[in-house]
C-alpha cells in the first residue's frame, strides 16, 4: 500500500498510471474489504481506474504539487507544515530526516528524491520498513522484527503521521480531479489504520521472548 501511495504522489506519467492499476488490481486480491480503511480506498481506485486524459492529471498534478513545491496549491512536503522557515526549522527537519534515513540504512530514489521530506519519500521509506519487516517475520527474526516495527512507529510518529493530515486537509479545500481528491482520504486512512497495527504489534514483540 505504501508504495502504491508513493507511486500515485509522483508525477503521472503513462507507465505510472498502468503500474499503480496493475498493483490495485492486485491489492484487491488480498482481503482488503475487510479492512478499516477500505472505504476510502474504493473511491480513489475508481477514479484511477476512470483516468482517460493524462495530460489534464499531469497539468493537475504539477497545479497541485510541482508548482515550486512551495509554490504549489498544495506542497507535499513536511517543512511546509511543520516548520517555521523564519526561525531555521526546515533545515532542522531536513537534517533529521537524512540522519534517519540513514540510521535505517535507507536511500531516497525515484524522481523527487533531492526533497527528503516529499510525501513520496517519506512513503516509500514506510514501504522500505515493511519490506523488512516481511523478512523478519520469514527468517523468524525476533531482534530485528522488533527493531523494524519500532523505527515504524517512530518515524510515523515523529514524521509522517504528524505533519499528513494537515497535507490532506489541505488537499480537501482545494477543486482538484478525481483523483487528488480521492487519493488523500485514502492515503490518510491507511496511514491511520497501519499506526494503530504497528503500534498493536510493537506491543506484541516487545512481550515475546527473545529468539534462542
Known amino acids: 500500500?505504501?508504495?502504491?501511495?508513493?507511486?500515485?504522489?509522483?508525477?503521472?506519467?503513462?507507465?505510472?498510471?498502468?503500474?499503480?492499476?496493475?498493483?490495485?488490481?492486485?491489492?484487491?486480491?488480498?482481503?482488503?474489504?475487510?479492512?478499516?480503511?477500505?472505504?476510502?480506498?474504493?473511491?480513489?481506485?475508481?477514479?484511477?481506474?476512470?483516468?482517460?486524459?493524462?495530460?489534464?492529471?499531469?497539468?493537475?498534478?504539477?497545479?497541485?504539487?510541482?508548482?515550486?513545491?512551495?509554490?504549489?496549491?498544495?506542497?507535499?512536503?513536511?517543512?511546509f507544515y511543520s516548520a517555521d522557515p523564519i526561525r531555521g526549522?526546515?533545515?532542522?527537519?531536513?537534517?533529521?530526516?537524512?540522519?534517519?534515513?540513514?540510521?535505517y540504512r535507507l536511500e531516497p530514489t525515484e524522481t523527487v528524491a533531492d526533497t527528503l521530506d516529499h510525501v513520496s519519500i517519506e512513503l516509500e521509506i514506510m514501504s522500505a520498513l515493511c519490506d523488512r519487516e516481511a523478512e523478519a517475520r520469514a527468517d523468524q527474526n525476533e531482534r530485528r522484527l522488533e527493531l523494524t516495527l519500532t523505527n515504524q512507529g517512530e518515524f510515523l510518529e515523529s514524521h509522517l503521521g504528524a505533519w499528513l493530515p494537515s497535507f490532506v486537509e489541505l488537499i480537501a479545500t482545494v477543486e482538484t480531479a478525481p483523483f487528488y481528491a480521492t487519493l488523500g482520504p485514502a492515503v490518510a486512512s491507511y496511514v491511520h489504520h497501519d499506526a494503530g497495527v504497528v503500534h498493536f504489534l510493537s506491543q506484541g514483540a516487545a512481550q515475546r521472548e527473545p529468539a534462542q
Open 89 to 103: 526549522e526546515v533545515g532542522e527537519i531536513l537534517a533529521d530526516l537524512r540522519m534517519v534515513y540513514d540510521t
Open 1 to 79: 500500500m505504501y508504495r502504491i501511495f508513493s507511486a500515485a504522489f509522483l508525477p503521472p506519467q503513462p507507465e505510472r498510471l498502468v503500474d499503480l492499476i496493475a498493483g490495485a488490481e492486485v491489492l484487491e486480491t488480498m482481503g482488503l474489504p475487510y479492512l478499516a480503511f477500505y472505504h476510502e480506498w474504493v473511491p480513489w481506485r475508481t477514479a484511477l481506474f476512470d483516468i482517460d486524459d493524462v495530460i489534464a492529471i499531469d497539468t493537475e498534478y504539477t497545479r497541485m504539487f510541482a508548482t515550486g513545491v512551495a509554490g504549489a496549491v498544495s506542497p507535499p512536503t513536511e517543512s
